[in-house]
């Protein structure tokens, strides 16, 4: 007795199970998702296995998946493999990419959007094996949004043109952009002949090489292909595979170019075919009812056009594309009895919060429930000041919930109804859904953000690069100077060392030969006394040629550059007074102690107040300042002269200005230059201030030479602490 309950219990259990397991199955088949997986070894793939739910989606069963591994790859449409391909590269690399929307080619040549979301899988070492997929059949959406979008594009460009020829060329485009068509053409008749002419096209891929030598505007008529069936027959025509139509094939716009569906749509106008609305696609794809029926609504959208353009009074043809474009756009219609509180809300309107027309009450209470709580004042508020006059029209933006318990933004525009006392009656208008809009709106502030701050980093480099290559062009001029001047001084130490000994004895001849001069013969002494003085000069030019090209050794410890320039200034004492000379000193008495080379550094400076005091003959007044300066960055960045120098540097800055005639400024850049002079024949020799530079840039500082604005000219040192 046992066993017969246990074996009926049993058997209860097994059926139940195969009832379970059979309605898992047709669920499975019923379903537009379903799932697959793609195992790896070693980053290759090596098997994949597509669940049930393929065949709905794809036309492929699991099994002809399973027995083709280059099947999955072979029915992604061709423009998306690049971003199918993409997206598993970077699950190979460790990523978690977000899902990716795709069109795949169904087995019987239609076109479907897909969402794939992958899912990696990994062993317990963190090794990826694989990874799950979820694809969800998204046509039905996809097309939704295609139509919208290609119903609103056509009603802008008919609401912007004033002709239909204006409206054609974005008409086209726009449609084949968005409805993913290669080509698009339009053929109305010629108005004298009545033949059939292609008046514009638009196309995604290269014409045909005949086609662009000749004008875009068919120049003979078609007796045959998709246009004239279309035409001849007034309904829609559809071509799954042009290679087996020959009359259309041999039509000049799809000949020798690639492509292979065609469809085209009559347009209708006054109730006849005025034009037909060709279309054409790289794939071969079967008759699409949902495709045919938005393009034939855009056809009507064209043909309400038309019939609007030929209208002969201009007051009923502005009235009828005001009509046409609030027929063809997406807006809500609304109608208020003020009195009563009843309300008409369009399907459109309530479509757009995700209701059916049965699912909200005509009432006003009704659309107050549907308010945002934070809009909810703000709209009552302005619909009151309206009413009272205290606004010319209504215009409200507000939000309203979605059915799905989101909110959408909306715009209302409404005029009111009023009794001859001036009492509102009735108040009717439009919403239009502003959601994509906002947040199209937000998107573009963060971009414009990003875009701020990426111009603010790309200025910055800029300086920097501006900053970079002044400073790489003063090091080149500092290189063309230091071997320029290597290049002087070694001619400077072979010329001086030939030249010294040969002057020296003839310097001693010339003393000679003075000894030998008879009395009273004055001009061959002061002829004598001439040369002896030209040879002393030459000396002296050959000296100041050892000293620029000398060994660079220095000798430094940190000294009080105060006392070094007053001992300079009594070095050269006699020669200032002598000049009428009025000195003036400004030495700072902080001056902070800096390692120099004494007897270098007091060369420079007694070249420096020398040439001060031969450039006032007459007299004049010299002045020496010596100061501290830190380097900030900021208003010591504009002086040259702390170029070199980096923010938070100490420096000693010495000043050595006097008020003779100054430098012109054309020569001004030279007077660094060896052998260069300013100053009269058998003044100077041109090497003192060369000499000077050379000293200060070995101890690692400045030298400018400027003209003062008010007379005279500033030399400055600058050297580090």
Not at 486 to 505: D, I, R, Y
Request: aromatic share 6%; net charge negative.
């Amino acid at each position: 007795m046992k066993t017969e309950i246990l074996v009926a219990e049993r058997q209860v259990a097994e059926n139940a199970l195969r009832e379970s397991e059979q309605r898992y199955k047709r669920l499975l088949s019923a379903t537009t998702d379903y799932i697959y997986s793609v195992d790896f070894d070693h980053n290759h793939t090596i098997r994949t296995t597509h669940g049930p739910g393929c065949e709905a989606v794809t036309g492929y069963s699991p099994e002809e998946f399973a027995s083709d591994p280059y099947l999955w790859y072979r029915v992604i449409y061709e423009e998306d493999r690049p971003a199918v391909m993409a997206q598993v590269t970077r699950i190979m690399n460790g990523d978690l990419p977000p899902p990716l929307e795709h069109r795949v080619i169904h087995k019987n040549g239609s076109i479907r959007w897909i969402s794939n979301t992958p899912i990696p899988h990994r062993d317990n070492q963190g090794h990826l094996l694989g990874y799950d997929g979820l694809i969800s059949d998204i046509t039905n959406r996809k097309r939704a949004e295609q139509f919208l979008a290609s119903q609103y594009t056509v009603t802008r460009c008919l609401a912007e043109a004033q002709t239909l020829e204006e409206a054609l060329p974005r008409i086209l485009r726009d449609i084949g952009t968005i409805l993913f068509w290669d080509r698009a053409e339009y053929w109305s008749t010629d108005s004298a002949s009545g033949d059939l002419h292609r008046k514009e096209f638009w196309s995604r891929i290269p014409p045909p090489l005949q086609e662009i030598r000749s004008s875009p505007v068919s120049s003979k008529p078609v007796a045959g292909g998709l246009a004239r069936s279309a035409w001849d027959s007034g309904e829609p025509v559809w071509v799954p595979d042009l290679d087996l139509a020959p009359n259309i094939r041999g039509e000049t716009a799809v000949s020798n170019s690639g492509l292979r569906c065609g469809c085209g749509i009559p347009v209708r106008a006054l109730g006849k075919v005025v034009g037909v609305m060709e279309f054409f696609s790289r794939e071969t794809q079967q008759c699409d009812s949902h495709m045919l029926q938005v393009l034939t609504g855009l056809a009507a959208q064209v043909s309400l056009f038309i019939e609007q353009e030929r209208a002969e009074q201009a007051l009923r043809r502005s009235q009828e594309r005001l009509a046409l474009v609030i027929e063809g756009s997406n807006d809500g219609i609304w109608d208020w009895d003020v009195t009563t509180g009843q309300t008409y809300f369009s399907p459109r309107w309530k479509g757009m919060l995700g209701y059916d027309d049965d699912e909200i009450e005509n009432t006003f209470s009704a659309w107050e429930q549907l308010l945002h709580p934070e809009d909810r004042d703000r709209a009552v508020a302005g619909i009151r000041a309206y009413f009272a006059g205290k606004t010319t029209s209504f215009e409200l933006e507000h939000r309203l919930r979605h059915k799905d318990g989101t909110y959408r933004w909306i715009l209302a525009r409404g005029v009111v109804l009023r009794d001859a006392e001036g009492n509102p009656l009735r108040m009717a208008g439009s919403h239009v859904d502003l959601t994509e809009r906002k947040l199209a709106g937000e998107r573009l502030e963060k971009t414009c953000a990003k875009l701020a701050a990426r111009e603010a980093a790309l200025k910055k480099i800029l300086r920097q690069l501006r900053a970079s290559h002044r400073a790489l062009k003063e090091a080149q001029l500092h290189l063309i100077q230091a071997a320029k001047l290597e290049s002087v001084g070694t001619l400077a130490a072979g010329v001086a060392h030939e030249v010294k000994n040969p002057l020296q004895t003839i310097l001693m001849g010339l003393d000679y030969v003075c000894q030998k001069v008879p009395a009273g013969d004055q001009d061959l002494t002061d002829t004598l006394g001439d040369m002896r003085d030209a040879v002393k000069r030459a000396g002296s030019i050959i000296r100041e040629l050892l000293v620029f090209s000398s060994d660079s050794v220095f000798q430094t410890r940190p000294e009080d550059l105060n006392v070094l320039i007053e001992r300079s200034m009594r070095l050269l004492n006699p020669s200032l007074i002598a000049a009428g000379t009025e000195i003036v000193r400004n030495l700072d008495p902080q001056l902070p102690l800096v390692p120099i080379d004494h007897n270098k550094i007091q060369q420079v400076f007694i070249n420096l107040l020398l040439n001060a005091a031969q450039a006032m003959p007459a007299g004049g007044t010299l002045t020496v300042t010596t100061r501290a300066v830190r380097v900030d960055g900021t208003g010591s960045a504009a002086n040259p002269l702390f170029h070199k120098y980096g923010a938070g540097e100490s420096l000693v800055v010495v000043d050595v200005e006097d008020t003779g005639h100054g430098i012109p400024e054309a020569v001004l850049p030279r007077v660094f230059d060896p052998f260069f002079t300013t100053k009269p024949l058998g003044v100077g020799t041109g090497l003192g201030l060369s000499i000077a530079r050379k000293i200060v840039d070995l101890h690692g500082g400045e030298i400018q030479i400027r003209n003062r604005p008010t007379g005279g000219v500033a030399a400055t040192v600058a050297l580090k602490v």
